[in-house]
């Protein structure tokens, strides 16, 4: 599905909820860097896709008056071979394999999607020093009730489902320091969450329950969690 192109063959896939996501990263991510004073001269993003996260972890950098040196996006759909964003370098290819070494690594909505994820977060951190994820938090009423994994794995390609503790857990197990972590609370206006008829007239109220308590609304709807790490 992603070595053939398939799963990009829509190369704007994702890329409206993008900006949100960035939101929601470096809500977590830039207090971190300030407060041990961390400089990004490189960055890679992993699963880069459509490049919208990158493109604007990037540019908010820039605008921070700190424009990071060296950013490239690693994708293993060859759809990348025929993007082009300035200042990114896109790569076609496994970043385990041919990745350099990065101070900032993002896995936006990734290893949910490879067989053998511990290991993946693992080999990938091993060129990273700071790592910042989103994921996906599958693992809710919304889907057990109505029996949408089989779905799920045939599209977006889901291979794990997940809540809070396990995607913990598992970022803890491939040998990271978590330094913080939070919902998404952004991706809630984000337009994938209000596409149909009934996600815009539920709308009010879910921001209304992500407001008061987003553990319940990720338990009943789903919803996705953002993880500050560090290699070790």
């Known amino acids: 599905m992603y070595k053939e192109g398939t799963y990009f063959s829509d190369t704007k896939r994702h890329l409206e909820d993008a900006d949100f996501k960035v939101s929601a990263i470096l809500r977590l991510l830039n ?13 890679a993003d992993v699963g880069c896709g459509a490049g919208g996260v990158l493109l604007g972890i990037s540019q908010a950098f820039s605008q921070k008056g700190n424009p990071i040196q060296e950013v490239k996006g690693y994708d293993v759909s060859p759809h990348v071979k025929d993007m082009k964003m300035d200042p990114i370098r896109f ?53 057990n009730l109505r029996n949408l994994q089989r779905q799920k794995i045939q599209n977006p390609g889901h291979l794990i489902f997940l809540n809070v503790n396990s995607a913990l857990n598992m ?54 969690l953002v993880v500050i790490a560090k290699s070790n």
Not at 36 to 41: F, G, L, S, W
Not at 216 to 224: L, T
Request: aromatic residues 10%; glycine residues 4%.
């Open 31 to 43: 207090p971190i860097l300030d407060k041990a004073d961390i400089k990004v001269n490189s960055y």
């Open 91 to 143: 790569v076609h290819g496994d970043f385990v394999e041919i990745g350099t070494d990065a101070d900032l690594i993002t896995l936006t909505d990734v290893f949910e999607h490879v067989t053998n994820p511990v290991d993946f977060i693992k080999n990938v951190s091993k060129k990273g020093k700071i790592i910042a994820f989103h994921i996906p938090l599958d693992d809710c009423l919304s889907v």
């Open 171 to 224: 970022i803890t197990m491939a040998g990271l320091q978590i330094l913080d972590y939070d919902f998404s609370r952004e991706t809630i206006k984000a337009p994938s969450n209000n596409e149909t008829v009934l996600q815009k007239l539920f709308s009010p109220l879910k921001r209304i329950m992500v407001a008061l308590n987003p553990w319940i609304y990720s338990k009943i709807f789903g919803f996705s």
